[in-house]
Every structure is written in structure tokens, then in C-alpha cells.
């Protein structure tokens, strides 16, 4: 069993930035692909970004591609989400999450929420125009 809490959302002006952190307890991340998920009031949860267990592969959204980036510190147990040039529409709660199945870059595969087994309880972010 695997416990992620995410932390570091927050309201930011839009061009801003700000880094999500999220901790993993329970067991090692080494073992889980990892992503970040989102979902704006009123829309359903969509993919942001994802990471392999051993960090060389990655795969992003169109929306945040060139101003997102994944990161993991296996030591730590820890993933990142550093967002870059934010804008309005990045506003969401945004999600971690950790697959046992999806621990390699499948462009198919891994944007898929219903994959991944263990989930945070989110952290808000509001940008501001």
C-alpha cells in the first residue's frame, strides 16, 4: 500500500510559476511509473504528465508540453511537477499517482487514469489572469 500527499499548490499570478512535490510512503516508488493528473470544476480528471520508475522516460500534455516538468527522486521517494509560464486554464486540483503497470512510457497506456493504483488527495492550484 502506497500513501502519496501531495503538497506546494497555491495561488499564483498568471507567467508565474510553482513546483508540486509529492511524498510516497508504504513503499518504494522505485517500483511504480508515476503521473500527474488534473481536474478543473465541472470537467473530468485529464493527464498532465508522467515519468517512468527510473526517471529517463517522460511523456506530457500537449497543454503544458515546453512549460511542465516531471521529475523523481528516487531516494527521496519523491515526485515533482514543476510548472513553469502558468496560465488561468492551468487552474485545477492536480493529482500524483502511482502505477505498478504503467512503470515504462506507453503513449496509449499512460495517460490512462483508470491504470494507476495509488492516488493523492490533491493539491489546489489557482492562477490568476
Known amino acids: 500500500q502506497v500513501q502519496l500527499v501531495e503538497s506546494g499548490g497555491g495561488l499564483v499570478q498568471a507567467g508565474g510559476s510553482l513546483r508540486l512535490s509529492c511524498a510516497a510512503s508504504?513503499?518504494?516508488?522505485?517500483?511504480?511509473?508515476m503521473g500527474w493528473f488534473r481536474q478543473a470544476p465541472e470537467k473530468e480528471r485529464e493527464f498532465v504528465a508522467a515519468i517512468s520508475w527510473g526517471g529517463r522516460g517522460t511523456l506530457y500534455a500537449d497543454s503544458v508540453k515546453g512549460r511542465f516538468t516531471i521529475s523523481r527522486d528516487n531516494a527521496k521517494n519523491t515526485v515533482y511537477l514543476q510548472m513553469n509560464s502558468l496560465k488561468p486554464e492551468d487552474t485545477a486540483v492536480y493529482y500524483c499517482?502511482?502505477?505498478?503497470?504503467?512503470?515504462?512510457?506507453?503513449?496509449?497506456?499512460?495517460?490512462?487514469?483508470?491504470?494507476?493504483?495509488?492516488w493523492g488527495q490533491g493539491s489546489q492550484l489557482t492562477v490568476s489572469s
Open positions: 508504504g513503499d518504494t516508488l522505485r517500483n511504480y511509473g
Open positions: 499517482a502511482a502505477s505498478r503497470t504503467v512503470t515504462a512510457i506507453s503513449p496509449v497506456a499512460t495517460i490512462k487514469p483508470e491504470l494507476y493504483d495509488y
